[in-house]
Protein backbone atom coordinates (compact mmCIF):
# COMPACT_ATOMS: atom_id res chain seq x y z
CA UNK A 1 0.00 0.00 0.00
CA UNK A 2 1.08 3.32 -1.07
CA UNK A 3 -0.52 6.64 -1.06
CA UNK A 4 0.38 10.29 -1.77
CA UNK A 5 -3.04 11.55 -0.95
CA UNK A 6 -4.55 13.64 1.16
CA UNK A 7 -8.37 14.94 1.73
CA UNK A 8 -7.06 18.63 1.41
CA UNK A 9 -3.75 19.34 1.11
CA UNK A 10 -1.10 18.67 -1.89
CA UNK A 11 2.52 17.65 -2.01
CA UNK A 12 3.73 21.39 -1.73
CA UNK A 13 2.24 22.88 0.46
CA UNK A 14 4.26 22.71 3.80
CA UNK A 15 1.50 21.44 5.92
CA UNK A 16 1.32 18.37 4.02
CA UNK A 17 4.82 17.53 5.66
CA UNK A 18 3.98 18.17 9.20
CA UNK A 19 3.58 14.52 10.45
CA UNK A 20 6.11 12.49 12.24
CA UNK A 21 6.46 8.77 12.73
CA UNK A 22 3.97 9.31 15.43
CA UNK A 23 1.22 10.05 12.83
CA UNK A 24 1.89 6.95 11.06
CA UNK A 25 1.39 4.82 14.32
CA UNK A 26 -1.85 6.51 15.44
CA UNK A 27 -3.60 7.21 11.63
CA UNK A 28 -1.59 5.01 8.91
CA UNK A 29 -1.24 1.63 11.31
CA UNK A 30 -4.74 1.49 11.99
CA UNK A 31 -5.76 2.48 8.27
CA UNK A 32 -3.82 -0.03 6.57
CA UNK A 33 -5.35 -2.91 8.96
CA UNK A 34 -9.02 -1.51 8.25
CA UNK A 35 -8.34 -2.40 4.27
CA UNK A 36 -6.26 -5.32 4.76
CA UNK A 37 -9.40 -6.69 7.36
CA UNK A 38 -11.85 -5.60 4.82
CA UNK A 39 -9.73 -7.47 1.75
CA UNK A 40 -9.05 -10.75 3.47
CA UNK A 41 -12.34 -11.03 5.88
CA UNK A 42 -9.97 -11.84 8.39
CA UNK A 43 -10.55 -9.88 12.10
CA UNK A 44 -6.63 -10.26 12.73
CA UNK A 45 -3.39 -9.93 10.50
CA UNK A 46 0.18 -10.50 11.44
CA UNK A 47 2.03 -7.08 10.29
CA UNK A 48 5.47 -7.18 9.12
CA UNK A 49 7.92 -3.71 9.58
CA UNK A 50 11.06 -3.05 8.57
CA UNK A 51 13.27 0.48 9.59
CA UNK A 52 10.46 3.23 10.14
CA UNK A 53 7.97 0.28 9.63
CA UNK A 54 8.53 -0.89 13.08
CA UNK A 55 8.54 2.38 14.53
CA UNK A 56 5.01 2.82 13.55
CA UNK A 57 4.03 -0.18 15.09
CA UNK A 58 6.05 0.26 18.45
CA UNK A 59 3.98 3.92 18.16
CA UNK A 60 0.76 2.12 17.91
CA UNK A 61 0.83 -1.10 19.69
CA UNK A 62 2.05 0.89 23.27
CA UNK A 63 -0.13 3.48 22.84
CA UNK A 64 -3.50 1.56 21.76
CA UNK A 65 -2.42 -2.31 23.35
CA UNK A 66 -6.10 -3.16 23.81
CA UNK A 67 -6.96 -2.32 19.72
CA UNK A 68 -3.94 -4.00 18.62
CA UNK A 69 -4.33 -7.20 20.71
CA UNK A 70 -7.77 -7.23 18.85
CA UNK A 71 -6.51 -6.41 15.36
CA UNK A 72 -3.04 -8.38 15.27
CA UNK A 73 -2.28 -11.99 15.59
CA UNK A 74 1.70 -10.88 15.88
CA UNK A 75 3.88 -8.48 14.68
CA UNK A 76 7.55 -9.26 13.12
CA UNK A 77 9.73 -6.57 13.31
CA UNK A 78 12.64 -6.35 11.13
CA UNK A 79 15.54 -4.12 11.82
CA UNK A 80 13.74 -2.61 14.73
CA UNK A 81 13.82 0.95 15.41
CA UNK A 82 13.37 2.70 18.74
CA UNK A 83 16.24 3.80 20.75
CA UNK A 84 18.71 5.12 18.85
CA UNK A 85 21.59 5.63 21.67
CA UNK A 86 25.61 4.63 20.25
CA UNK A 87 24.45 4.54 16.53
CA UNK A 88 27.24 3.64 13.98
CA UNK A 89 25.22 5.94 11.23
CA UNK A 90 27.26 8.86 9.57
CA UNK A 91 23.95 10.66 10.18
CA UNK A 92 25.01 10.98 14.17
CA UNK A 93 27.58 13.40 12.94
CA UNK A 94 24.80 16.27 11.83
CA UNK A 95 22.94 15.97 14.91
CA UNK A 96 24.87 19.22 16.12
CA UNK A 97 23.74 21.08 13.32
CA UNK A 98 20.49 19.66 12.99
CA UNK A 99 18.20 22.64 14.71
CA UNK A 100 20.44 25.35 13.00
CA UNK A 101 21.35 25.50 10.11
CA UNK A 102 19.65 21.90 8.79
CA UNK A 103 15.99 21.75 9.58
CA UNK A 104 15.43 25.50 8.88
CA UNK A 105 17.12 25.57 5.06
CA UNK A 106 15.08 22.30 4.68
CA UNK A 107 11.84 24.34 5.69
CA UNK A 108 13.50 27.16 3.51
CA UNK A 109 14.41 25.31 0.54
CA UNK A 110 12.36 22.27 0.00
CA UNK A 111 9.31 23.39 2.08
CA UNK A 112 9.27 20.83 5.16
CA UNK A 113 10.74 18.10 3.21
CA UNK A 114 14.38 16.15 3.70
CA UNK A 115 16.43 16.49 1.12
CA UNK A 116 13.34 15.58 -1.77
CA UNK A 117 13.92 12.77 -4.04
CA UNK A 118 16.09 14.13 -7.15
CA UNK A 119 15.71 11.43 -10.01
CA UNK A 120 18.64 12.25 -12.22
CA UNK A 121 20.76 10.87 -8.96
CA UNK A 122 18.94 7.72 -8.66
CA UNK A 123 19.31 7.39 -11.86
CA UNK A 124 22.90 7.93 -12.09
CA UNK A 125 23.24 5.32 -9.45
CA UNK A 126 21.53 2.79 -11.34
CA UNK A 127 23.67 3.54 -14.29
CA UNK A 128 25.77 1.04 -14.47
CA UNK A 129 28.51 -1.09 -12.07
CA UNK A 130 30.89 1.72 -11.08
CA UNK A 131 28.15 4.33 -10.44
CA UNK A 132 26.02 1.77 -8.68
CA UNK A 133 29.24 1.09 -6.02
CA UNK A 134 30.19 4.38 -5.93
CA UNK A 135 26.22 5.32 -4.75
CA UNK A 136 26.35 2.72 -2.56
CA UNK A 137 29.61 3.02 -0.70
CA UNK A 138 27.41 6.68 0.41
CA UNK A 139 24.66 4.69 1.59
CA UNK A 140 26.20 1.79 3.04
CA UNK A 141 28.07 4.83 5.92
CA UNK A 142 24.27 5.20 6.73
CA UNK A 143 23.34 1.36 6.76
CA UNK A 144 26.52 -0.24 7.43
CA UNK A 145 28.82 -1.81 4.55
CA UNK A 146 27.90 -5.19 3.22
CA UNK A 147 29.61 -5.09 -0.38
CA UNK A 148 30.19 -8.44 -0.48
CA UNK A 149 26.47 -9.50 -0.82
CA UNK A 150 25.60 -6.66 -2.96
CA UNK A 151 23.27 -7.82 -5.49
CA UNK A 152 23.99 -6.04 -8.94
CA UNK A 153 20.96 -7.20 -10.87
CA UNK A 154 18.47 -6.00 -7.63
CA UNK A 155 20.74 -2.89 -6.55
CA UNK A 156 19.81 -0.41 -9.72
CA UNK A 157 15.98 -1.42 -8.95
CA UNK A 158 16.37 -0.41 -5.58
CA UNK A 159 18.45 2.92 -6.49
CA UNK A 160 15.57 3.99 -9.09
CA UNK A 161 12.90 3.21 -6.72
CA UNK A 162 13.48 3.99 -2.96
CA UNK A 163 13.56 6.44 -1.27
CA UNK A 164 10.24 8.48 -1.35
CA UNK A 165 10.75 11.71 0.02
CA UNK A 166 11.06 12.11 3.73
CA UNK A 167 9.64 14.88 5.86
CA UNK A 168 11.62 17.14 7.91
CA UNK A 169 10.04 16.35 11.24
CA UNK A 170 10.34 12.86 11.03
CA UNK A 171 14.03 13.16 10.77
CA UNK A 172 13.33 15.87 13.47
CA UNK A 173 11.84 13.00 15.60
CA UNK A 174 14.50 10.55 15.64
CA UNK A 175 16.87 13.49 16.04
CA UNK A 176 14.95 14.10 19.33
CA UNK A 177 15.17 10.17 20.27
CA UNK A 178 18.87 9.95 19.32
CA UNK A 179 19.89 13.27 21.55
CA UNK A 180 17.96 12.25 24.31
CA UNK A 181 18.23 8.07 24.23
CA UNK A 182 14.86 7.79 24.97
CA UNK A 183 12.19 6.65 22.34
CA UNK A 184 9.94 9.73 23.44
CA UNK A 185 6.70 11.47 21.76
CA UNK A 186 7.11 14.66 19.89
CA UNK A 187 8.59 17.53 21.52
CA UNK A 188 6.10 20.69 20.39
CA UNK A 189 8.12 22.96 23.01
CA UNK A 190 6.88 23.64 26.33
CA UNK A 191 4.06 25.09 25.77
CA UNK A 192 2.42 22.77 23.20
CA UNK A 193 3.74 19.63 25.47
CA UNK A 194 1.79 21.25 28.31
CA UNK A 195 -1.34 21.14 26.52
CA UNK A 196 -0.55 17.91 24.70
CA UNK A 197 0.75 15.85 27.77
CA UNK A 198 0.12 17.75 30.70
CA UNK A 199 3.65 18.31 31.44
CA UNK A 200 6.98 20.53 30.13
CA UNK A 201 8.79 17.27 28.84
CA UNK A 202 7.14 14.64 26.60
CA UNK A 203 6.40 11.18 27.83
CA UNK A 204 8.28 7.69 26.57
CA UNK A 205 6.30 5.53 24.25
CA UNK A 206 4.83 2.64 27.29
CA UNK A 207 6.67 -0.40 25.16
CA UNK A 208 5.77 -2.27 28.26
CA UNK A 209 2.28 -2.01 27.67
CA UNK A 210 2.49 -3.38 24.07
CA UNK A 211 -0.20 -7.12 24.24
CA UNK A 212 0.50 -7.97 21.07
CA UNK A 213 3.36 -10.87 20.42
CA UNK A 214 6.05 -9.86 18.65
CA UNK A 215 9.44 -11.06 17.08
CA UNK A 216 12.49 -9.11 16.45
CA UNK A 217 14.72 -9.75 13.65
CA UNK A 218 17.96 -7.82 13.74
CA UNK A 219 22.11 -8.08 13.01
CA UNK A 220 25.81 -6.93 14.07
CA UNK A 221 26.12 -5.25 10.87
CA UNK A 222 22.35 -2.90 11.19
CA UNK A 223 24.28 1.09 11.73
CA UNK A 224 20.96 1.76 12.68
CA UNK A 225 18.83 -0.78 14.08
CA UNK A 226 21.94 -1.25 16.62
CA UNK A 227 21.22 -5.18 18.19
CA UNK A 228 21.91 -3.67 21.75
CA UNK A 229 19.12 -0.86 21.34
CA UNK A 230 16.98 -3.89 19.94
CA UNK A 231 17.72 -5.81 22.59
CA UNK A 232 16.88 -3.54 25.28
CA UNK A 233 13.89 -2.35 23.72
CA UNK A 234 12.75 -6.30 23.41
CA UNK A 235 13.33 -6.60 27.06
CA UNK A 236 10.57 -3.62 27.65
CA UNK A 237 8.16 -5.95 26.13
CA UNK A 238 6.39 -8.22 28.96
CA UNK A 239 7.48 -11.99 28.30
CA UNK A 240 4.53 -13.34 27.61
CA UNK A 241 4.55 -11.47 24.42
CA UNK A 242 8.15 -12.33 23.23
CA UNK A 243 7.68 -14.35 20.22
CA UNK A 244 11.58 -14.56 19.57
CA UNK A 245 14.91 -12.17 19.12
CA UNK A 246 17.04 -13.70 16.19
CA UNK A 247 20.34 -11.85 15.11
CA UNK A 248 21.20 -12.72 11.77
CA UNK A 249 24.16 -15.44 11.64
CA UNK A 250 25.44 -13.37 8.84
CA UNK A 251 27.77 -11.14 11.06
CA UNK A 252 28.07 -8.51 7.60
CA UNK A 253 24.28 -8.15 7.39
CA UNK A 254 23.41 -4.91 7.69
CA UNK A 255 20.51 -2.40 7.72
CA UNK A 256 19.56 -2.38 3.05
CA UNK A 257 20.49 -5.70 3.27
CA UNK A 258 16.90 -6.13 3.56
CA UNK A 259 16.01 -4.69 0.71
CA UNK A 260 19.13 -5.66 -1.39
CA UNK A 261 21.12 -8.59 -0.26
CA UNK A 262 21.25 -11.05 -3.21
CA UNK A 263 21.18 -13.93 0.49
CA UNK A 264 18.21 -12.25 1.99
CA UNK A 265 16.57 -14.94 1.88
CA UNK A 266 18.94 -17.73 3.24
CA UNK A 267 20.07 -14.56 5.96
CA UNK A 268 16.62 -13.25 6.90
CA UNK A 269 13.44 -14.09 4.77
CA UNK A 270 13.48 -17.77 5.21
CA UNK A 271 13.47 -17.41 9.17
CA UNK A 272 10.46 -14.48 8.82
CA UNK A 273 8.00 -17.29 6.73
CA UNK A 274 8.88 -19.58 9.78
CA UNK A 275 7.57 -16.76 12.09
CA UNK A 276 4.72 -16.14 10.17
CA UNK A 277 3.60 -19.92 10.50
CA UNK A 278 4.11 -19.84 13.83
CA UNK A 279 2.15 -16.70 14.22
CA UNK A 280 -0.57 -17.82 12.36
CA UNK A 281 -0.88 -21.17 14.38
CA UNK A 282 -0.86 -19.59 17.66
CA UNK A 283 2.17 -20.39 18.90
CA UNK A 284 3.39 -17.05 20.15
Known amino acids: MFSRGHTNLTRSDYAYWLYTFHELGIYDIPSALDLVAQISGKP ?19 LYPTEASERLAGVIAIAP ?16 FWRH ?18 DIIYRFCANGPITMFFCYAFISLVTGPNFKDLDPLYRPVADINIPEDI ?32 NEIPPDYPIEDIRTPISFFVSDN ?12 YNQIS ?18 DVMTSRYVFRDLNQAVLSKVQQMESSLC
Request: hydrophobic share 35%; net charge positive; proline share 3%.
Open 81 to 96: VANLTGIRCFLKYLSP
Open 101 to 118: PIKPIAKLLFNGIFVPKV
Open 44 to 62: KSIYIGYSMGTTAMFVYSS
Open 167 to 198: AANVIDHYQQCYERKRFLQYDHGVQENLRRYG
Open 239 to 256: SEYQCGYDVSSNKDFGHG
Open 222 to 233: DWIAEEHNALQT
